[in-house]
């Protein structure tokens, strides 16, 4: 059976981009009689409010959507996470990095041709190969430190991997693109990566759909699935909305938010075709 999910950050009010990707996901599961659920990704206490958790689950419901399932919330897992990134650290596949922003930022210029991936410059590995001892005497002595994936160990390990997107056909899983990746941030104890690798099999996802932009973060996360003997699903990853300038509607594009179009008084309908799905029924 087919299970997806719609898994939003509780940072703001859910705008038309939200409700394509909602709508997207819930009728993929639909259209083949499976289910749709929810996941609240709120890791981030910094950035992620109880009210935007209501509001959205409001706006959702309000647009016509339903899932049947007990909602997801990450922050109530943090010790889940925390014994996925335990196996990695004890498979030599993690590693702490104490690298402030501004060391990393330095080393990059001093290097002077750093790789690049999808969200910027490489990880420059200066905490990567750091003596076992001088790892446990600054953990010891309270250092602040990330955990990062060692990419390059880890492909060693699992080999070649693919995985499939409905859209784009079979990939060669490419996570080597995204370089070292955070799996544990020095303010919260996961990361969008780990946790979301984790819920997907949690809650036996077997479809992901999400937008366009989090197609390079697939190569990791099939890479983590191997490397954590967690099952594959297939994924979907679809267009983004944009707004009347051609840019991806974001938060400050307050217009579209689901609210604002409600209280102008437009009707779920309204609102379901402007997000992309015209026809009658969510
Ligand atoms: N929480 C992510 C976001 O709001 C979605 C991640 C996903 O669907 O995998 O962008």
Redesign the pocket.
């Known amino acids: 059976m087919i299970r997806t999910r719609f898994?939003?950050?509780p940072t703001g009010l859910l705008h038309l981009g939200h409700a394509h990707s909602a709508l997207f996901a819930w009728r993929c599961a639909h259209a083949a009689e499976g289910a749709f659920l929810l996941r609240i990704?709120d890791i981030d206490p910094a950035r992620c409010r109880p009210e935007f958790d209501a509001a959205l689950r409001e706006d959702l419901a309000w647009l016509g959507l339903s899932w049947p399932e007990p909602v997801r919330r990450q922050s109530e897992h943090l010790g889940t996470y925390r014994g996925h990134l335990d196996r990695l650290v004890a498979e030599g596949l993690a590693y702490p990095c104490f690298c402030t922003r501004r060391e990393i930022a330095d080393e990059i210029a001093r290097a002077g041709h750093a790789p690049h991936g999808p969200d910027g410059p490489l990880y420059p590995g200066l905490c990567r190969n750091l003596p076992a001892a001088e790892r446990a005497a600054r953990i010891a002595a309270g250092d602040a430190h990330a955990w990062r994936l060692d990419v390059g160990r880890a492909m060693a390990r699992t080999g070649p991997l693919t995985w499939h997107d409905r859209a784009e056909g079979t990939q060669q899983a490419r996570p080597d693109l995204l370089g070292d990746a955070v799996l544990a941030r020095k303010d919260v104890p996961t990361s969008?990566h780990l946790s979301?690798v984790a819920d997907d099999a949690l809650q036996e996802v077997t479809l992901?759909t999400?937008g366009r932009d989090?197609f390079h973060a697939t190569h990791l996360h099939r890479l983590l699935q191997a490397l954590l003997d967690l099952p594959v699903p297939e994924w979907h990853h679809h267009g983004l909305l944009v707004n009347e300038r051609g840019e991806r509607l974001a938060k400050r594009d307050g217009a579209a938010a689901l609210r604002a179009l409600r209280e102008a008084g437009r009707s779920p309908a309204e609102v379901r075709a402007l997000a992309g799905f015209p026809d009658d029924s969510p």
Do not use: G, I, K
């Open positions: 898994a939003p950050s990704e969008y979301v992901v999400r989090l």
